[in-house]
C-alpha cells in the first residue's frame, strides 16, 4: 500500500497541558463572537423548517426584536446583590439582548431597519455609560459585554454602516474589558465562566490577541475545577489564584458536598439553574474560539457531557443518591444546553447522552435569559466544522471553490461555493442521513471530481455517491450494513496501494473488525480486506509508513486488549502481524497521532497520550515497525483530548 498522498492526523493537545498554552489564533475571523457567518448562512437557508421556524417566530414576537425598542442608557449602572438594588442593571441587560436580537434580524433578513435599531441601542450606551458599581457589577459586566460584543462584532462585520463603531469599541475596552479580563477566582464558578464568555467575545471584536490568550487562559484553569472527573483525583481542582487551598475549604466551596462523580459541578449542590449559566458559558467561549481555530471542545468534551447528562437526567425525575446534595438538590435547570449540545452531539457524534438530548429537545425553542439569547436559532443542528471528513474542502462542481456540506436536517445538502463567501442553491442528495453522520469527500473513481460517502442511519448501510459536476450525484454504491452514522474513524485513506484512487477505511460496528476498501475507480471497490478485529467504532486508526518500505501501515488501539497496535503493510491491502505497545491506552484516544518524522531519521514516529500515567509520549519510528524506547513529553494530559 504506497501513499501517493499520506493521510495527514492534526490532533489539538496543547489544550491538556498542566501549564496552559497560548492560544493559537494567527488571524481573527470575523464575525466571530459565538455565531460565524457560516452558521447564519444555515440558519437563513432554514427558516421554513423546524426547529428553526419556531425558534425564528419567537424571536420575531419578542420585544427585544420591535423596531420600536427604546434603549434607556445610564452613565452608571448599579448592581446590589442578586440586582437589589438595581439601577440600571436589568435596562442594560434586556437592552444589550435587544442588540444582538435586532443584529441577528439584520442578517437573516437583510433589512437594513434592524441594523439601524441594533446600532441606536450601542450607540445610545457608546454615549454614556461609564462604569458599574456594586457586589453584582462583575456578573453584570459580564452578561452586558457578552450580548454587545456579539451584537456588535455582527453590525461591523456584516452592516458596516455604523459611524460610531469605534466608539462603541472604545467602551468596551475601558469600560468592560477590564472587569471581565481580571476573573472571579473566589466566586461561584459561574460569575467568572460568564465574565470569560464577555472577555473572550471583546477581545475578538477589538482584533486583542494579548486579551484571548489571557481570556483562554482563564477558561482552561476554571474548566477543572467546575466540572470534575474522576481523573482529577479525590478532590475538585481549585479554581486558579483562588483562596481554596484546603480539603475543608473545597467542600465549603463544593457547597458541602462529599462524595463526587463524573460531571458533578461546583454549583450542583448550589442549583441546577446556576449550574446550567456555567455549562452555558463554558459552551460559549468554547464556541468563539472554534470560530477562531482553537479547538476548547476537545478538551471540555467529557467534562460536559457528563454534566450535561447528569443534571438533564436528574431534572426529568431520575432518582436523586442521598450522597448527592443531602438528597435534595434544587432541581431548576433551564434551557441552557443548546450550544454545548450541539457541539457534542451533532458535531462530536456523542449518542450516550440520551437525558441531556430529552432535554434539550423538549425545551425548544430557547427564548433569552440575561447572556443567552436565541440558542436553538442559532445552534440547534448547526454543522459548522461538523459533516466533514479527513479529505480537504470538496469542490463538487468542479469549479475551482469549495463547497458547503451538511446532514444537519437529515438531508445530505451541498450549497454550491460561488466565492466571497455565498453559495448558490441548496443541492439535496436523498434523506435518512443522521446530522451527525460526518460525511467525507474523495475522488473515489478518478474522474477529478469529488464524490461523497457517508453512513445512511435509517440502513446503516455506507454509501458512496459519485459526483458527475454541477453538485450532481449518480447513483449510490452500497456497502453494508451493518455501519454506524456516528462512526468517527470512516475515512478516507488516500490512495494507500498507489494506483492512483483514493481508499476507504472504517470500523465495522456489528463486527469491530477495521476494514480497508481498495478504490477501483466508478466507485467500485475490491472486496473489504479485514486487519484484525476488536476494534471500537470510534477508535480513530491513523495510517503511515512507520517501517520506511513504502507501504502504508496501519495504528490503533483495541478496545479488548487497550495495546496500541501497529499493523505492518506489506502491500495488496496485506498486513502483517501486529506489533504491540501497551497496555494502557483507550481505544478513543484523539491524541494518537502519526507526528512525521520528528528525529529526521525518515521514519514516521507516533504520539499519544498513556490513559493510565497521563504523561505525552513520543516513540522514534526505527523501522521495520520497531520504536526507540518512549520519550516523555511532560505530564498532565488526558488521554482523550
Known amino acids: 500500500m504506497r501513499l501517493a498522498r499520506p493521510l495527514a492526523v ?17 488571524v481573527f475571523k470575523h464575525p466571530g463572537v459565538l455565531v460565524s457567518r457560516a452558521q447564519l448562512d444555515f440558519v437563513r437557508a432554514n427558516l421554513g423548517n423546524e426547529p428553526w421556524k419556531s425558534a425564528w417566530s419567537a424571536l420575531q414576537r419578542s420585544s427585544h426584536g420591535s423596531l420600536s425598542y427604546t434603549a434607556k442608557p445610564r452613565p452608571v449602572v448599579e448592581c446590589g446583590p442578586s440586582s437589589d438594588p ?16 435586532h443584529a441577528l434580524q439584520w442578517y437573516l433578513t437583510k433589512d437594513s431597519r434592524y441594523a439601524t435599531k441594533a446600532i441606536q441601542i450601542m450607540d445610545a450606551w457608546s454615549a454614556v455609560i461609564s462604569k458599574h458599581t456594586g457586589a453584582n457589577a462583575p456578573l453584570q459586566t459580564g452578561w452586558a459585554g457578552a450580548n454587545f460584543s456579539r451584537a456588535a462584532e455582527l453590525i461591523k462585520h456584516t452592516y458596516g454602516d455604523w459611524p460610531q463603531a469605534a466608539r462603541f469599541a472604545g467602551k468596551l475596552r475601558t469600560v468592560y474589558l477590564p472587569t471581565v479580563i481580571a476573573g472571579a477566582p473566589n466566586k461561584n464558578g459561574n460569575w467568572e465562566l460568564i465574565m470569560t464568555d464577555a472577555a473572550i467575545g471583546i477581545a475578538v471584536h477589538l482584533d486583542d490577541r494579548a486579551s484571548f490568550d489571557r481570556a483562554v487562559a482563564t477558561w482552561r484553569g476554571r474548566l477543572p475545577a467546575y466540572i470534575y472527573l474522576k481523573t482529577d483525583g479525590s478532590l475538585p481542582k481549585p479554581p486558579p489564584r483562588s483562596s481554596y487551598d484546603t480539603k475543608a475549604e473545597i467542600i465549603d466551596y463544593w457547597h458541602g458536598q462529599t462524595t463526587f462523580v463524573d460531571g458533578l459541578t461546583q454549583e450542583t449542590c448550589r442549583d441546577f439553574w446556576h449550574t446550567g449559566w456555567g455549562l452555558a458559558a463554558i459552551s460559549h467561549v468554547a464556541e468563539t474560539a472554534s470560530h477562531q481555530g482553537v479547538d476548547l471542545y476537545s478538551t471540555a468534551k467529557h467534562r460536559l457531557r457528563f454534566a450535561m447528562d447528569l443534571h438533564a437526567r436528574l431534572q426529568l425525575g431520575g432518582t436523586v443518591p442521598s450522597w448527592l446534595c443531602g438528597g435534595k438538590p434544587t432541581r431548576d435547570l433551564g434551557r441552557h444546553f443548546e450550544v454545548g449540545y450541539n457541539a457534542l452531539h451533532h458535531r462530536l457524534g456523542y449518542d450516550d447522552i440520551p437525558y441531556a438530548t430529552q432535554w434539550v429537545e423538549q425545551s425548544r425553542p430557547v427564548p433569552v435569559s440575561h447572556f443567552l439569547g436565541w440558542e436553538t436559532l442559532t445552534h440547534a443542528r448547526n454543522p459548522q466544522y461538523a459533516g466533514l471528513g479527513t479529505s480537504a474542502t470538496p469542490d463538487f462542481d468542479s469549479d475551482g471553490v469549495g463547497d458547503l456540506l451538511s446532514t444537519a436536517t437529515g438531508e445530505l445538502i451541498i450549497w454550491n461555493g460561488a466565492g466571497d463567501n455565498t453559495f448558490g442553491p441548496a443541492v439535496k442528495v436523498g434523506g435518512g442521513w443522521a446530522a451527525f453522520s460526518r460525511p467525507i469527500a474523495g475522488d473515489f473513481n478518478g474522474d477529478g471530481i469529488s464524490d461523497l460517502v457517508a453512513v445512511k442511519k435509517d440502513t446503516n448501510k455506507l454509501h458512496i455517491w459519485n459526483g458527475e459536476g454541477a453538485n450532481e450525484f449518480g447513483p449510490a454504491t452500497e456497502l453494508g450494513p451493518g455501519w454506524k452514522p456516528y462512526a468517527a474513524s470512516l475515512m478516507s485513506l488516500g490512495d494507500v496501494n498507489g494506483d492512483g484512487r ?29 486487519i484484525g478485529g476488536g476494534w471500537a467504532a470510534f477508535s480513530r486508526p491513523i495510517a503511515g509508513d512507520f517501517n520506511g518500505d513504502g507501504i502504508s501501515d496501519l495504528v490503533a488501539v483495541k478496545k479488548d486488549t487497550n495495546k496500541l497496535h501497529i499493523w505492518n503493510g ?36 507516533i504520539g ?11 516513540w522514534n519510528g526505527k523501522g521495520r515497525n520497531q520504536f526507540a524506547a518512549a520519550t516523555a513529553v511532560g505530564s498532565g494530559w488526558k488521554p482523550y483530548f
Not at 492534526?10 to 494567527?26: G, I, T, W
Not at 481508499?503 to 475507480?521: C, I, M, P, R
Request: negative net charge.
Open 10 to 26: 492534526a490532533v489539538l493537545v496543547a489544550a491538556a497541558l498542566s501549564v496552559p498554552q497560548p492560544a493559537q489564533a494567527a
Open 86 to 101: 438595581d439601577y440600571g442593571c436589568k435596562d442594560e441587560q434586556a437592552d444589550s439582548m435587544a442588540a444582538y436580537t
Open 502 to 530: 483514493t481508499d476507504l477505511g472504517a470500523v465495522h460496528s456489528g463486527t469491530h473488525v477495521f476494514t480497508v476498501w481498495n478504490g477501483k475507480g466508478g466507485n467500485a471497490f475490491s472486496s473489504a480486506t479485514p
Open 570 to 605: 506489506e502491500s495488496g491491502n496485506e498486513f502483517g502481524p501486529a506489533t504491540e505497545l501497551g497496555p494502557g491506552w483507550k481505544p478513543y484516544a484523539a491524541t494518537l497521532m502519526s507526528l512525521g518524522d520528528v528525529n529526521r531519521d525518515g521514519l514516521p514516529d
Open 608 to 618: 499519544a497520550v498513556h490513559a493510565e500515567t497521563g504523561t505525552l509520549t513520543i
